[in-house]
């Protein structure tokens, strides 16, 4: 990827900085964009400090009526910081298989007609992202053979807001007895600084 400006960084290790396993892996991974690309900006959506209220049918109604009014409102941030941005960068933990629910509720903000995606005269669904790549940056104490169902629906909506390409970058097996944690996330952000070399 050239000519990278824009750094999105969708915060959603719940636990915080101190205790947040995938906090330290996202840190690597954008300290490593960040001297790739020094010129680029990093915004965070932290959802852990900020949460969004969920999207009920009233408010989805009052969204799509303000939408029509200033498609510039602040409550269409995520949909545009996700158009806008070249590079997004999700990180939150492996929960019950998938990922925290704020940031499901993140993204459901994220998808919106008009900002991160359109339709065709002939129906055809077209995504309105600039973003070359999604990277995916989890954790998990066991391990996701199969089962990461949070990474398959990102690819899906990746693809549906345009972004051409989707990657996970994860640390497995943390909690399983006799295994050195500290090791597997050591190899885990030297892995991280590989794939932000290679984007």
């Known amino acids: 990827m050239e000519n990278v400006k824009q750094i999105l960084f969708v915060n959603a290790c719940m636990r915080g900085p101190e205790r947040s396993r995938t906090w330290k892996l996202c840190q690597t991974f954008l300290n490593a964009c960040k001297n790739r690309w020094p010129e680029a900006e990093i915004r965070?959506?932290?959802?852990?400090?900020?949460?969004?209220?969920?999207?009920?049918?009233?408010?989805?109604?009052?969204?799509?009526?303000?939408?029509?009014?200033?498609?510039?409102?602040?409550?269409?941030?995520?949909?545009?910081?996700?158009?806008?941005?070249?590079?997004?960068?999700?990180?939150?933990?492996?929960?019950?298989?998938?990922?925290?629910?704020?940031?499901?509720?993140?993204?459901?903000?994220?998808?919106?007609?008009?900002?991160?995606?359109?339709?065709?005269?002939?129906?055809?669904?077209?995504?309105m992202s600039r973003a070359g790549e999604l990277v995916f940056i989890t954790t998990a104490g066991g391990p996701l053979e199969g089962q990461n169902y949070g990474f398959d629906y990102l690819k899906g909506l990746a693809a549906m807001f345009g972004i051409p390409s989707a990657r996970c970058l994860s640390a497995q097996e943390l909690d399983i007895q006799g295994n050195d944690p500290e090791a597997i996330l050591r190899e885990a952000q030297e892995r991280a600084a590989a794939l932000a070399a290679e984007l």
């Open 44 to 127: 965070e959506r932290d959802l852990t400090a900020a949460p969004l209220p969920v999207l009920t049918t009233e408010l989805d109604d009052r969204r799509h009526q303000r939408f029509s009014e200033d498609p510039r409102d602040p409550m269409f941030g995520p949909a545009h910081e996700v158009a806008q941005a070249d590079l997004v960068v999700i990180g939150a933990p492996y929960w019950d298989l998938t990922f925290p629910a704020a940031l499901k509720v993140y993204l459901e903000w994220a998808s919106m007609l008009g900002v991160t995606f359109r339709y065709t005269q002939e129906g055809e669904q077209v995504g």
